[in-house]
């Protein structure tokens, strides 16, 4: 019998559309039994819940009475393209709410896990209370909060002139040139632009098929929100205890230039984990690093809430 494709994600216990704030539909699978511990992964710029894909199979193998909640960012995935103008920060955030709305029960919390954008939409959530009350921790993957395209390095050689270099990767983020198709050529760009240098074909392509799945022009809208993202402000009220994870050969959220800012800024910082030789698609390149850390995290709020339990005894 051939082993599961480990990029293709299993199937869910359940399919959801879910109406954000505004409308749009957002798509949302669910994995794992109703009233268990719940995860709730964020995918970042680009990409869909099939980059969670090897995340998934290792939690659910690992703790198969966790619930893990996954969905796919508006414009994203299987989730509805919205009118031009409803993009952006605080629309990240009324999509997270719009989730935990119609998957959490009244009093129940959650472990919030973002990559990238994902991890940016944690962030920005800082001080609103609507999604701190249900979060009890959170996991943030190879991420930024601001300043982002200048200090990227994809485009070799730009690192040495800091104004062309923020114009190039801004330009990068939001432009709609088509991605596709995959080709040796794309395929070899697309991991030097998110993967480590010792990332092997299977990874690779499975990172091509994802990129170059996303529609040109919500890639373009949303690179065009996170060419000038700042949540500065926002990181400084996320009071949940959150950890931070990141690869030393991320091109396109640096760790020199965000691991540490990120850190510093945090209410309640649990510690770093650093991926040697990874590159910004750690939950791809590292599922079990990722996977521990949640495991972390998750057992922080179990313990937690039982420890509350008893004090009302």
């Not at 969670?52 to 939690?59: F, G, H, K, T, Y």
Request: aromatic share 4%; net charge positive; charged share 20%.
């Amino acid at each position: 019998m051939s082993k599961p494709d480990p990029f293709a994600p299993p199937a869910p216990e359940a399919r959801l559309r879910v109406p954000s704030a505004d409308g749009t539909q957002l798509n949302v699978e669910v994995h794992g039994p109703s009233g268990a511990p719940t995860v709730v992964l964020i995918h970042g710029w680009t990409c869909k819940i099939a980059f969670w894909a090897p995340v998934i199979r290792e939690l659910r193998a690992a703790a198969p009475d966790l619930r893990v909640v996954a969905y796919d960012q508006r414009g994203h995935g299987a989730s509805e393209a919205p009118a031009p103008d409803r993009y952006g920060v605080s629309i990240l955030v009324e999509d997270l709410t719009a989730v935990l709305d119609a998957t959490l029960e009244d009093g129940e919390q959650a472990v919030l896990v973002g990559h990238s954008m994902g991890g940016m939409t944690i962030m920005a959530a800082g001080g609103n209370e609507a999604i701190l009350s249900r979060t009890a921790g959170a996991v943030l993957c190879s991420t930024g909060f601001q300043g982002l395209p200048a200090a990227s390095y994809v485009v070799p050689g730009l690192r040495r002139f800091p104004k062309t270099n923020k114009r190039a990767h801004s330009f990068l983020l939001g432009n709609s040139l088509p991605i596709g198709p995959i080709t040796p050529i794309s395929r070899a760009m697309l991991k030097h632009t998110a993967l480590g240098p010792k990332s092997n074909k299977p990874l690779q392509i499975a990172n091509a098929r994802i990129i170059t799945a996303c529609h040109p022009k919500p890639r373009s809208a949303w690179g065009r929100v996170l060419s000038d993202l700042d949540v500065s402000a926002q990181i400084r009220d996320l009071n949940v205890p959150t950890s931070v994870i990141f690869g030393t050969k991320d091109r396109l959220t640096p760790p020199v230039a965000h691991a540490q800012a990120i850190a510093d800024a945090l209410p309640q910082f649990e510690g770093m984990v650093t991926l040697t030789g990874v590159g910004h698609m750690t939950p791809l390149e590292a599922p079990d690093a990722v996977v521990s850390l949640i495991r972390k995290r998750v057992q922080s709020m179990i313990n937690a809430a039982e420890l509350a339990k008893g004090s009302e005894l």
